[in-house]
């Protein structure tokens, strides 16, 4: 099972148009634990422009939190934003995980 938390700073962040993200492997909020690789999705996010950073924290609780920042580029601007979490910080987190989305500019 798997949570999601969002939150964000910046000014001008339209935070109010960001839906959850979504774990595209996982099948009824479940992801197998011995997956290769998970991908994360997020958006497409109005008012994300280019130079804003995207954080996606990966956390099983304890010691098994990982977080992964992404620059906005020019092309990635009205688009949904992906990110790969290995299967190294997936196993970990068989009880369960949460993902965390921070965005700010």
Do not use: H
Request: with cysteine.
């Amino acid at each position: 099972m798997f949570g999601v938390q969002v939150s964000g700073e910046g000014e001008g962040l339209l935070m109010g148009v960001l839906s959850a993200p979504v774990v595209e492997e996982a099948v009824e909020e479940e992801l197998d634990a011995a997956i290769a690789e998970a991908t994360v999705m997020i958006g497409p996010v109005e008012g994300l422009a280019a130079g804003d950073e995207v954080t996606l924290r990966w956390d099983g609780g304890g010691d098994t939190g990982r977080k992964y920042a992404l620059r906005i580029e020019d092309a990635q601007v009205g688009n949904a934003v992906r990110f790969r979490v290995p299967g190294p910080d997936i196993a970990p987190c068989e009880g369960g995980f949460v993902v965390a989305v921070t965005m700010g500019r």
